[in-house]
Structure formats: structure tokens, C-alpha cells
DNA sequence: GTATTGCCTTACGTTTACGTAAACGGAAAC
DNA sequence: GTTTCCGTTTACGTAAACGTAAGGCAATAC
């Protein structure tokens, strides 16, 4: 027989806590919640790169502020098979539920870019204006 | 003497948690931490416009994502003196740290939206297909 | 052998952001 | 006068997202 023919990478749970920038804690809780299921090998986890591409989902969720059980739902509706057209009009609501939140905040965090423009160049006109401010 | 020369505008705790959707409770919590300071005649919170821009930052924030801890010195720096230059280096460090963060969130968030859209078009291909999907 | 290393589970602790109940005060309504 | 709304404080409760031991198993390191 060839030796190991099998090709697909995998990684431990520490080096996928290592490479993402959280804890093990933090992936297994994410497996607790049902956002990932990593395989296992007896007790041990192995990591696949579709663990990865989820997990990079979940962050970025995070980053928007989502909880972690709303992630879920996204990204098990981005995994969905897609073939049961059934739910395809719910789906579609749900899209566009996500959307609204979505361009909701990107108008706040426009506003917010935008604040800071004003804001530091405010700043740094007091900088350079040698200090004479107007008591 | 001329009946009651002062003319800007007040709000009682009802009205403020009612217009901005929140409650009580809420308002007085962001008391609490320092984010909001009403008036007081007696014991009676009186609200004024100051403290309407501030609830709208803080609740901007939350949209953000932010901890109202780290709100608190957000709007704290909009509404510093900048009279004080001692301390404006810093604050411009922190504006860079703040936009930095805004920036990710941001390219999160076109990301997010992007992939929405594409799976909306996925979905809806589906939907007007006639239902042969391939089994 | 045993000591270290890496992974595992179980389970209680912690922080944030409020919810919620209890108990009280003052003004208006009847 | 007393009931009914506002408003108040105090204080315990809770959900989410992990932190942090505590204890155990299995493989490599010496």
C-alpha cells in the first residue's frame, strides 16, 4: 500500500487556537454551541479547513457585534444544502432582516469614521496653532 | 416679571426611554457608569439636550459594538475642553486606535453584505429555476 | 520508570448589561 | 382621604461568553 495518501491538512486544537488569536477554551465553546464540530480521533479534536472557514465566520459575526447564537444560525444558513426550496422564502426574509442590521450599521459606523475625521482634525489645528486657545 | 424667559426644552426619564427605546432602567444604568448625568430638581431626573446627543452616541456605540465602559471615555474625549494640549498626543493615539478598529469593522461589514447578496442571487435562482434542482 | 507535554471533561467563577421585584415619596384624580 | 400615577433607591437575579481551576488520560522526552 502507498503510504498516506490522504492530502487534506488538519490542525490541532492549539494551533488553531494559536493561529485565530483566542483560547481553547474559546473553541471549545464554540463547539459547545454547536458552531463548529470539529472530527474526532478517540477523545482528541482534529481540524479540517472547513472548521476553519467557520471559525473565521464566527470572528468577523463577533467583530459585528452578532451573539454567538445568532452566528449560528447564519452560518449554518450559509451551509444549508440549498436544495429544499421549502424554506427558501423564509430564507430570503431572513437575509433580509440580516441586511437591514447590517446597513444600519454601517451607517453608524460611517458616522462614526466620519466623526473622527472632524474630531482629529480639530486636534490637530490646536496642535499647531502654537496654543494660543481661546480661554 | 415676564412669565418664564427660558425657553429650551426638557424631558422626564419616561419620555427619554420611550423615544429612544430603551428603558428605565437602561437610563439609569448609563447614570451609573457615568455615561449620562441629568439634572436633578430634588431627587427628579430632568433631561436636557446634552444628554439626548449623549444617548445617541452611547446607543451608536452599542450598535458598534463597543462596552459602555469604553463608550464612557469615547464621548468623555468628544466632550473633553480641548483646552488642554498636555494631553492631545495621546488622544490622537487613541483616535488612531479607534479608527483602526472602525476600519475592520467596516471591511467586515462589506464583506458581510457582499456575501449576502451573492447567496440572496443564489436563492432566488433557485426560486424562479422551476424547482429542477439537481437531486 | 517518571516527568513533562498536550489534550480532555467537569464545573464553578466572572464580567457586562441590564431585568425585576420591593418598598418608598410626591403630586393629581376622584 | 385614598387611590393612582409618575418617579426614586436598593438589591438580588440573569444571560452571554468565556476564565479558571481541578483532575484525568496518553504519548513523547530523558
Same mark, same amino acid.
Given at each position: 500500500m502507498a503510504a498516506s495518501m490522504d492530502t487534506t491538512p488538519t490542525w490541532t486544537i492549539a494551533q488553531i487556537a494559536d493561529e485565530f488569536?483566542?483560547?481553547h477554551r474559546t473553541v471549545r465553546h464554540y463547539e459547545d454551541l454547536g458552531l463548529i464540530s470539529p472530527e474526532r480521533r478517540g477523545t482528541? %479534536?482534529?481540524f479540517h479547513r472547513r472548521d476553519r472557514t467557520r471559525l473565521n465566520l464566527i470572528l468577523r459575526g463577533k467583530r459585528l457585534g452578532f451573539p454567538l447564537e445568532e452566528i449560528r444560525t447564519i452560518i449554518?444558513?450559509?451551509d444549508a444544502p440549498l436544495?429544499? %426550496?421549502?424554506q427558501l422564502e423564509y430564507v430570503?426574509?431572513?437575509i433580509d432582516d440580516r441586511r437591514a442590521d447590517l446597513e444600519q450599521r454601517r451607517r453608524d459606523l460611517e458616522d462614526a469614521l466620519e466623526e473622527l475625521d472632524t474630531f482629529e482634525r480639530r486636534c490637530r489645528a490646536e496642535l499647531t496653532s502654537g496654543g494660543r486657545s481661546a480661554y
Open positions: 488569536g483566542v483560547t482528541t %479534536r482534529v449554518d444558513l450559509y436544495g429544499k %426550496r421549502s430570503l426574509a431572513q
